[in-house]
């Protein structure tokens, strides 16, 4: 038999019959079944954003589980040494109409992808799909169709089948995890739509059934407005929405207060779960609901007095106007997984500033060829092969054909190849993370903080690409009795601007507008036209750079608490200039809630007044003394402490806290130093230091050892104190490696033997050269929020002039970091583009006064 043809040619290298069996036999060792908790990745390449609907397929490692494109399967195979895999292959093609095309014909194999991908497309009327899957040996490429259990020997067999019928790697037993993505319903596109004539108010809904107006769903068929089902908890309802379509047989139901421009909650009562109708606004409007005039419920669940908010959602959006696609290299889209725009808008961001397109894209080959065994776990690895994913152009492609460019712009709804999915990306970057990793809508600042925390354990050798946004803040403290002032620097990310809201410019036009929507509120009416407030951005600046008051400050001149005052100032000024509009706070129930101003950002920013000066000619500073300490009982001596047990911290009130979408680590803080209070007395303390940049930090009690990492059960963070077993540091070091590297690797890994070994193999030394103690400086730099590996001289700041251009803005719709949705706009090529989820556009009109996270860049002196 002739051997197969070289691998991408094209040509296939089939196999008699009696072949199969005899061919397999050396590679049986490496064929595993899939067992509980194995991850299969079938439906995206570890390196890339190859999938089985790609030109190459998909290829799954027999025996790892793990998937790999056709330019990635290589190095897979040379690093393991690995055989066998099974390659998967989607095929689309359009449908043939006319006469002549007779009945259309139905997809081929659909068992072999199940659970592959939820995939609206695939119920298109113009497209047929056929699902394709193979065994492949390598390195001749042998292939062998599936399914063939004649021929193939059982324990293949059962292999392939486990592989095949596998759920997604990404599903959660938590329903309300993120990763369960919803299906398009079967009902979606053929629901009749009774015309009698109901419309839906913006307010006052109310069970038809009962007196309940909360949980209150919409039925798609006759307009029904009725009550859900009744929860373990007593909230919910007496289920007449449900008794409803056991009585009527209408399948589709949206829930009030969840419907915004972004889409809404539909359920099916005959597929018994959540969907997704691509067909929702068409839905809506046969009621009268335009999907642009809505916002989602305050709280997300049980606010059923749903006021329109036409401007926001539409200038942001940059709604009604024709804008041109942008396709090509750095105009890549994202896939929007449910909530997770708040993430594509900082990586859009991330990625358009060249030191982080050279960290990770410019190092993408050694990065990828020092991965670990598990590359999907690799944080360099997933960011090298995001920031590829958006640059490249591989997966931001025109149109051929010129009708579907006019499709595009009518907004039509046809299958989408361009772009990309976050969903490795997110499950890795948001592993332990209570709010990331969940399918809540997030505040794209906290998740921009934690990115960097993310960049700063992980970084690739000296070079560090969060360095172009570190800057030092000068903070003056000044006891108001003795006068005395103190200087202390600290490290900061973000500028964070309070909206000056007293210096609106249109204060008469927001009185009147109040007045309105009260009465209109009162008499149950529609809301009248929005009045926004015009705030000028130097009052905002004004605002930031005036003292401020400290909450129960000690005064070491006095040796007691004293009224003080602080300033900040800029100690350096970044490369890059992140500035928050602090547009967040929070309303007497709790909720979080956004000022709705305009500001007028400059695109041109200078900032060089507020250079720090430190200690002035006839300013005394205060004594360098510190506040009495409470030291616990029979505190023994140092060692001794370390191994105590923590202090009792009433876990009911961490957890009120935390499900209010608080930080964990912070809510056990608020608890610990409220003395067990209660929830109530934590919130306060949360609401007065929330704008720390430890805020949420493990909790460290002077006299006790460090709070106990998740999952490791190893005391205190990785510093000094943390000094790894010598067994295993005698062990790396016996494999040829240095002490001071084993040390290192030990130590970034919480002490885990394996995920050590794994990590200096994903970070070699780059020169190859480094003495022991450049090496030891390395190590001193790897956590930069561990002070006790600080470098002596501090952090690395790039300092330089104080003068900006604007070159990025992130905005946010909606009324609270619990909702909504976010898009980007950036700056390329002389020209603004917006980036809302896979939809990247020219931007007509940028609304630069509507930003949330603002983005400037140092214009060179």
Request: net charge negative; aromatic share 10%; charged share 25%.
């Amino acid at each position: 038999m002739e051997r197969a043809a070289l691998f991408g040619s094209g040509r296939e290298a089939p196999l008699a019959a009696g072949d199969v069996g005899e061919l397999l036999i050396p590679y049986m060792p490496t064929i595993r079944v899939p067992k509980t908790g194995d991850r299969v990745y079938k439906s995206e390449c570890a390196f890339s954003y190859d999938a089985p609907c790609s030109e190459g397929g998909l290829y799954v490692c027999m025996k790892t589980f793990l998937g790999f494109g056709r330019e990635h399967v290589e190095r897979h195979y040379r690093k393991t040494g690995q055989c066998v895999f099974m390659h998967l292959k989607r095929h689309m093609r359009e449908k043939v109409t006319g006469a002549s095309g007779g009945a259309l014909p139905k997809r081929r194999n659909t068992k072999l992808f199940l659970d592959l991908e939820s995939n609206g497309d695939l119920n298109h009327d113009d497209y047929e799909y056929e699902d394709e899957a193979k065994l492949v040996i390598f390195p001749d490429h042998y292939e062998i169709p599936l399914p063939n259990i004649e021929e193939l020997p059982a324990l293949v067999t059962i292999a392939c089948d486990a592989v095949l019928s596998s759920k997604s790697p990404y599903r959660k037993q938590d329903p309300d995890s993120w990763e369960e993505e919803l299906q398009v319903s079967k009902h979606a596109k053929s629901l009749v739509q009774m015309d009698n004539g109901v419309r839906i108010p913006p307010s006052g809904w109310k069970c038809s059934k009962c007196d309940l107006r909360e949980n209150l769903w919409l039925n798609l068929t006759d307009g029904s407005v009725l009550c859900g089902k009744w929860y373990f908890d007593g909230s919910g309802g007496n289920g007449h929405a449900l008794e409803h379509y056991k009585e009527m047989g209408y399948p589709l139901a949206v829930k009030l207060g969840t419907i915004t421009p972004d889409g809404a909650d539909v359920y099916s009562f005959e597929e018994e779960e959540p969907v997704l109708d691509p067909h929702i606004a068409k839905h809506l409007a046969h009621f009268g609901i335009d999907m642009l005039q809505m916002q989602v419920a305050e709280n997300g669940l049980r606010d059923n007095d749903i006021k329109p908010r036409v401007s926001e959602w539409e200038v942001i959006q940059e709604s009604g106007m024709k804008l041109k696609p942008m396709y090509g290299p750095g105009y890549t889209g994202m896939k929007n997984l449910g909530n997770s725009c708040y993430i594509s808008s900082v990586m859009q961001a991330i990625f358009s500033i060249p030191e982080f397109q050279r960290a990770y894209v410019g190092n993408l080959p050694r990065i990828f060829d020092y991965s670990p065994l598990d590359p999907t776990q690799d944080f360099n690895t997933q960011m090298a092969k995001l920031g590829h994913g958006l640059l490249s152009g591989q997966y931001s492609k025109p149109p051929v054909k010129a009708e579907l460019i006019e499709q595009v712009m009518k907004e039509e709804h046809k299958p989408q190849h361009n772009g990309i999915s976050l969903r490795m990306f997110k499950a890795l970057v948001s592993k332990g993370h209570p709010e990331f990793s969940s399918s809540r809508q997030q505040d794209a600042q906290e998740f921009f903080l934690h990115l960097i925390n993310a960049i700063e354990r992980n970084r690739i050798g000296s070079e560090n690409p969060s360095d172009v946004f570190r800057f030092l803040v000068e903070e003056r403290t000044q006891c108001c009795q003795s006068r005395k002032v103190r200087y202390t620097e600290r490290v900061d990310y973000i500028m964070q601007l309070p909206v000056a809201m007293e210096a609106a410019s249109n204060k008469d036009e927001l009185i009147a507008y109040e007045l309105k929507r009260r009465e209109a509120e009162m008499a149950r009416r529609p809301p009248p036209e929005l009045v926004r407030a015009r705030i000028p951005f130097s009052a905002c600046l004004q605002a930031f750079s005036e003292p401020e008051n400290v909450a129960d400050f000690w005064s070491s001149a006095l040796q007691a608490k004293s009224a003080g005052v602080k300033t900040s100032r800029f100690a350096s000024f970044p490369e890059y200039l992140v500035v928050q509009i602090k547009k967040f706070t929070f309303g007497l129930d709790w909720i979080p809630k956004k000022l709705d101003v305009s500001i007028d950002m400059p695109d041109l920013l200078d900032i060089s007044h507020l250079r720090a000066t430190g200690l002035q000619p006839g300013e005394e500073e205060l004594p360098d003394i510190s506040p009495p300490i409470i030291i616990p009982n029979d505190p023994k001596d140092g060692m001794m402490n370390h191994f105590m047990d923590p202090p009792d911290i009433d876990e009911s009130s961490v957890m009120q806290l935390a499900e209010m979408g608080f930080p964990l680590e912070a809510c056990r803080k608020a608890v610990y130093y409220t003395g067990n209070m209660g929830a109530e007395v934590a919130f306060n303390w949360i609401i007065a230091h929330m704008e720390e940049p430890d805020f949420a930090e493990p909790l460290a009690i002077p006299g006790y050892g460090a709070a106990a990492y998740p999952g490791t059960g190893v005391p205190g963070a990785p510093g000094l104190d943390n000094q790894p077993p010598e067994e295993m540091v005698a062990i790396i070091a016996s494999m040829g490696f240095q002490r001071n590297v084993a040390i290192q690797a030990l130590r970034a890994t919480n002490n885990n033997l394996e995920h050590a070994i794994d990590w200096i193999f994903s970070h070699p030394d780059p020169e190859g050269n480094e003495t022991a103690s450049e090496t030891m400086d390395m190590e001193n730099h790897v956590n930069a929020n561990i002070l006790a590996e600080s470098d002596p001289d501090g952090p690395r700041i790039k300092d330089g002039s104080g003068r900006y251009e604007l070159f990025g803005f992130i905005s946010h719709m909606g009324t609270s970091t619990m909702s909504g949705h976010y898009v980007c706009h950036l700056k390329k090529e002389g020209r603004w583009v917006i980036y809302n989820d896979l939809k990247v556009c020219a931007s007509e009109r940028p609304p630069k006064e509507l930003g949330y996270i603002y983005l400037y860049r140092r214009i060179p002196s």
